[in-house]
């Protein structure tokens, strides 16, 4: 049994494993030579964190304020939309989507001053 489990295991690699020595001596491991810096690692893993928290303060807000939030910063497609489409769409005035988008901006901003402090 333990021989067949090592065999399903056996095409994978440990970022961590040794696969030489460089010309000082020194060990080289899998990840040294990924270049991926750890650094992008780092801010990808919080941006993730981030928009976690965003679409988390978004469930607080109306739903007319949260759909002019995702259309008018493309939050599900990427595809940022302009007031004046957002308003053709939603079948309301620019003015008035520019104020449902001051408003709920407001509230998230307020929402995350709150988290932050405590």
Partial sequence: MHLRS???NKSELSLFDS??????????QFIDILG???EIVTDKVTRLLDQEQLWKQLKTLSSQEK???IMRFGLKDGVKKTQK????MLGISRSYVSRIEKRAILHLTEKFASQSSS
């Fill in 6 to 8: 090592k065999k399903k």
């Fill in 19 to 28: 696969i030489g020595v460089d010309k000082e001596g020194n060990e080289i």
């Fill in 36 to 38: 991926t810096d750890a």
């Fill in 67 to 69: 759909k002019v939030l």
């Fill in 85 to 88: 489409e957002i308003a053709k």
